[in-house]
């Protein structure tokens, strides 16, 4: 079973920057489009980014669209988030969750109901 590990949030300044990684085990990531949610307390999961199996594709949500980068090294099984301007109200636990799409090597979703596999979580503060 494919199993998905967050690294690298933290506490960081409004305007500051930080890089999410989601590493992933058990099955070869390119199998996989990718897509990074948050949840903030006392709010529903919302989709932040996603990235196709080939990488070819990737889309935002409005909110972070400018800010946050999303990629892909499929040799080290390695999506990372790159989010820079960083905001208060981007504060949340992100996950990063996958989709196995054989056959779309375009799809792409941030629709969390998509997604067949999640990671634990990793909390993004951003406070001053």
């Known amino acids: 079973q494919l199993q998905l590990v967050e690294s690298g949030g933290g506490l960081v300044l409004p305007g500051g920057s930080l890089r999410l990684s989601c590493t992933a085990s058990?099955?070869?990531?390119?199998?996989?489009?990718i897509g990074w949610f948050r949840q903030a307390p006392g709010k529903e999961r919302e989709g932040v980014s996603c990235?196709?199996?080939?990488?070819?594709?990737?889309t935002y949500a409005d909110s972070v669209k400018g800010r946050f980068t999303i990629s892909r090294d499929n040799a080290k099984n390695t999506v990372y988030l790159q989010m820079n301007s960083l905001k208060p109200e981007d504060t949340a636990v992100y996950f990063c969750?996958?989709?196995?799409?054989?056959?779309?090597?375009?799809?792409?979703?941030?629709?969390?109901?998509?997604?067949?596999?999640w990671g634990k979580g990793t909390l993004v503060t951003v406070s001053s």
């Open positions: 990235i196709s199996r080939n990488g070819s594709t990737e």
């Open positions: 058990g099955f070869p990531l390119n199998w996989y489009a």
């Open positions: 969750a996958a989709k196995s799409i054989a056959y779309r090597p375009n799809w792409y979703s941030l629709n969390s109901r998509d997604m067949d596999y």
